[in-house]
């Protein structure tokens, strides 16, 4: 399979500049506008919880002294990371009601770049639809654009500006197609998908000293690029649950056990 990929005609996404990711993510909002909700038996539900739970990898560590003052995570995780992830992983199921609560609409659910390609720059290409099924409004938004910068395929700097643009041409694309929802519904669907990566900390902690390889395992990466990229990241996804939290109370949800 991984060979006939390969073959596809296009460019893969994970080699596009930034902005043929915004002119993907605004074709997925106009699509998703006009899909109906899945409703098919076979299609997949409840996915993110599943994924979720899954992924507990030794969340112990996002308490332990000793692996938060490893040279690679104290000199490149942003100061107040740990309590933000700690708290994060706190408010886990809290996040999980939100997704499974927000309108629904077809999801691919495991979009990113190294699942997308396009030809011309005028159309994309989604593959692997293995996860297909019933999503929230806003969730793959939510995983294609930190999942363009934890494996190294974009800059980390430039996530704030990326995640602004993409978040208004996703928009675009949803009235496009006729969607006329809260937008505050579409903006939470995004920043409450924060959950999806409760487990990347706990995971770099463990790994912090074991060899870095990019995405496929081919090369290898330097520790203190994916140390810092990925803090950077895991710090935007901190801001993004932070709005998540006070924006769900605003349209019908209950407040966050940590508070808002």
Not at 52 to 70: G, I, K, Q
Not at 90 to 98: A, G, K, N, S, T
Not at 110 to 123: K, L
Not at 227 to 256: D, H, S
């Amino acid at each position: 399979m991984a060979l006939w990929l390969e073959h596809l005609p296009g460019d893969p996404a994970t080699a596009w500049p930034l902005e043929r990711h915004i002119e993907h993510l605004h074709r997925l909002g106009r699509a998703q506008g006009a899909l109906p909700p899945a409703d098919e038996p076979w299609l997949t539900r409840r996915f993110l919880r599943r994924y979720v739970d899954s992924n507990t990898l030794d969340p112990e560590l996002l308490d332990d002294d000793e692996a938060w003052r490893h040279p690679l995570v104290r000199d490149h995780f942003p100061t107040g990371l740990r309590r933000d992830m700690v708290r994060l992983h706190q408010d886990r199921e809290w996040f999980l009601h939100v997704m499974e609560n927000l309108p629904r609409v077809f999801s691919h659910l495991d979009m990113w770049p190294a699942n997308v390609r396009s030809s011309d720059g005028t159309d994309s290409v989604a593959l692997d639809w293995a996860f297909a099924g019933d999503g929230a409004l806003g969730e793959d938004l939510g995983n294609y654009l930190p999942d363009s910068v934890f494996d190294l395929f974009l800059p980390a700097a430039r996530l704030p500006e990326y995640a602004a643009a993409a978040y208004d041409a996703y928009l675009h694309g949803l009235r496009q197609s006729g969607w006329r929802g809260d937008e505050r519904l579409v903006r939470l669907g995004m920043c409450a998908s924060a959950v999806k990566y409760d487990w990347i900390t706990a995971r770099m902690l463990a790994r912090a000293g074991h060899e870095q390889l990019d995405y496929g395992g081919e090369r290898t990466v330097a520790a203190e690029l994916r140390y810092r990229e990925r803090g950077l990241t895991l710090a935007f996804l901190a801001e993004w649950a932070a709005e998540a939290r006070a924006l769900a109370p605003r349209v019908g949800f209950p407040e966050a056990p940590s508070g808002r």
